[in-house]
């Protein structure tokens, strides 16, 4: 099943709604909900935040990790920021 926090939902939005159109950028949110969407929750903000911490990373990418950890999913990502990182499966662009 594919696992999507829901920062992933806003990120996506912003992203396609600036490059392409409002209504494409919400087809590509509507293609994410067929997923299991992961809601943001005191535990998963505090974890966030520890991830942040402890690997420098932004916001949004200790969110992802978090939700992914707590899920026992597996990120796979061509962002840098993950590179060498548990649970992640990292494609360098």
């Known amino acids: 099943m ?3 926090p829901v920062i992933c939902l806003y ?3 912003k992203v396609v709604n600036r490059q392409r159109s409002e209504t ?3 087809q590509a949110i509507a293609a994410m909900q067929q997923g299991r969407v ?3 929750t005191s535990e998963l903000v505090l974890a966030a935040a520890q991830l942040s911490l402890e690997f420098s990373l932004p ?3 200790s969110l992802i990790l ?3 950890r ?3 999913a597996e990120v796979w990502t061509q962002e840098s920021d993950f590179e060498g990182l548990r649970q992640v499966c990292h494609f360098p662009r």
């Open 11 to 13: 990120e996506v939005f």
């Open 2 to 4: 594919l696992i999507i």
């Open 24 to 26: 494409e950028a919400l």
């Open 38 to 40: 992961v809601p943001l």
């Open 59 to 61: 916001m949004a990418d």
């Open 70 to 72: 707590s899920t026992g």
């Open 66 to 68: 978090a939700t992914a």
